[in-house]
């Protein structure tokens, strides 16, 4: 059942269509929209915040900040090389620059400069990858970004987070601004259902507990809008008889070490959940640990080592297997598999 | 402290500057020598810009590396840094010995300069084309605070000197889109309080800088860019100097010092081979190195 200390929206199961809700279905909104709103927040409660642009100021919400501080909105042009290490250099001087653009792009195609000029220089400039994970949808395979958080975790200094819903993306925004340190912010195109709300803890670093059933026998790691698959396959598992523990892990690194391995102790066996490769990304993270402190089975569902393409968000995460039957076929197989 | 208004260069100070430029070189064959690798070439030829800019062109303090008034110098093309290290050091920013530990293990000067080791470098440089987006992004972001009143100076005091951010970079490293992307911002954002000093050596790893990928006209290619050029004998101090004051008078534009230099300068049996730009004396050769310039140093006592 839900975490009640999570204060979670109460619509957040409620069908579309469903005579529960009214028909409504979840509140949707997308992830992008909540660091929309977070940096103009971040930016009237300092000014020391900044943000850059490639030009995609409508698209990466940027945007907003620019109406409001329009003296500190910067635009770079289609230039993501520029925009990191205009923004290392800005952070050099004391300012806090939020480098904006799609994920593949920056920190795709800027990733040494970021490297160099943010990560190794330790200076807190905020790289805001958009439109990363299958559902940027139409646009296909070279904007939908699935290997950028491998890219981030391996780089020392640099912290991880790739927030759950839109509530979220705005807390991930404001506490980044906050905390002093290169981070990346991995966000979404497409609307997702908003789970969290302004009372929900959030804290970088912390994993929490969505979910929990009594006798629980799988821990379900996911971070990103998909927490909200792996809750809709909780709930479905428990009516089965299969219990769960869903963690949102909107930090990827650094990883909760202490709640990743509690949980995993306590289910007895894992899996996890991204819109990502199953290559270096939370997958890996959490087997890295697991395998370290705590060995137990895990199933990957993740994006099986391709590129997307062009199709409806809908679409394409059931055709590579991120859906709610693909959490729950990954849960039945891990409980399957010969406990060591 | 150096030189917070850089007075007009005297005979005796140009003279004295050529010194240091000449013990610089110096300590510059000792500590690759000692290294056993690193470049050379480069860091010869930018020993008179270096030399006038740590003793007569910025405005620093060794004994304050994060002084808050002083002008940044940001090094683009991080393989230069020995130059870097042995103007401090002579400056004063750290023991002339430890010139000796680079590249070394557990060295605060590392093969390329990195920002968080060493007090007194703006930034982490060593692949190549980063340096000017940078030093631009640090020449908007003192702009966009307004001049401050000084510390003591009470409200209605006296206010803070705009900070003047410098930037060295190399010919080679023009092969790099991310210069040219560096190079529009700073024109489009009109960032006077910018100086980009290139070191035009016409040199670079895999041979002369026009054979591996053809750069001129070059100049004129960051005039068409919008800047502000000054071309310059870049192993001529007097030249320098009178460009760094030029450079201050340009509001509106950032300044490129197109400073033609002779990589290897004071060697004469290396100057111009683009075959030194990688690597490091042997001993023997060091010896040979340092006797020449200890002659060049007795010539210019005369």
Known sequence: ?340 | MYNAGMESLTDAKLHELQLRANDIRQTIIEMLAEAGSGHTAGPLGMADIFAALYFHVLKHDPKRPDWEERDRLFLSNGHIVPVRYAAMAHAGYFPLEECLTLRKFGSRLQGHPERESLPGLETTSGPLGSGISQAAGYAYAARMDPVKPLRGHGASGGTRQEIRVYCATSDGEHDEGNTWEGAMFASAKKLGNLTQIIDRNFIQIDGNTEDVMPLEPFADKYRAFGWHVIDIDGNDIRQFVAACEEAKTIADKPTLIHALTVPGKGIKSIEGDYLWHGKPPSKDEAVAFLAELRESRKAMLK
């Open chain 1, 1 to 340: 059942m839900i975490n009640k200390e999570m204060h979670l929206r109460e619509d957040l199961f409620s069908a579309k269509g469903g005579s529960a809700s009214g028909g409504e279905g979840p509140t949707m909104a997308a992830t992008r929209n909540g660091f929309g709103k977070g940096v103009v927040e971040a930016g009237r409660a300092d000014a020391r915040v900044v943000v850059l642009s490639a030009d995609l100021a409508e698209s990466t919400r940027a945007d907003a900040f620019q109406k409001e501080f329009p003296e500190r909105f910067i635009e770079v042009g289609v230039a993501e090389q520029n925009m990191a290490t205009v923004g290392a250099g800005m952070a050099t001087y004391g300012k806090i620059p939020f480098i904006t653009s799609y994920a593949t792009f920056s920190p795709g195609r800027n990733w040494e400069q970021i490297r160099t000029t943010i990560a190794i220089n330790n200076v807190p400039v905020k790289i805001c990858g958009m439109h990363a994970g299958l559902q940027t949808g139409p646009d296909g395979a070279t904007h939908q970004a699935l290997e950028d958080i491998a890219l981030m975790r391996a780089m020392p200094n640099m912290i991880v987070i790739s927030p759950c819903d839109a509530e979220e993306g705005r807390r991930a925004t404001l506490a980044a601004a906050k905390n002093g340190l290169p981070t990346y912010l991995r966000f979404a195109r497409d609307k997702t259902p908003v789970m969290t709300t302004p009372e929900t803890p959030f804290e970088i670093g912390r994993a929490q507990v969505f979910w929990k059933s009594k006798n629980p026998k799988v821990a379900v790691f996911a971070t990103g809008p998909l927490v909200h698959n792996a809750l809709l396959a909780a709930r479905e598992l428990e009516g089965q008889g299969t219990g769960t523990i869903v963690v949102n892990v909107h930090t990827v690194k650094p990883l909760d070490r202490d709640t990743v391995v509690s949980v995993a102790r306590e289910a007895g066996s894992v899996v996890t959940v991204e819109e990502h490769q199953i290559t270096g990304g939370l997958g890996g993270a959490v087997a890295e640990l697991l395998a370290r402190e705590c060995p137990t089975p895990i199933e990957f569902v993740g994006v099986q080592d391709r590129f997307g393409q062009s199709g409806e968000p809908k679409e394409l995460i059931e055709a590579y297997g991120l859906g709610v039957s693909n959490i729950i076929a990954a849960t039945s197989k891990v409980l399957g598999r010969n406990q060591i």
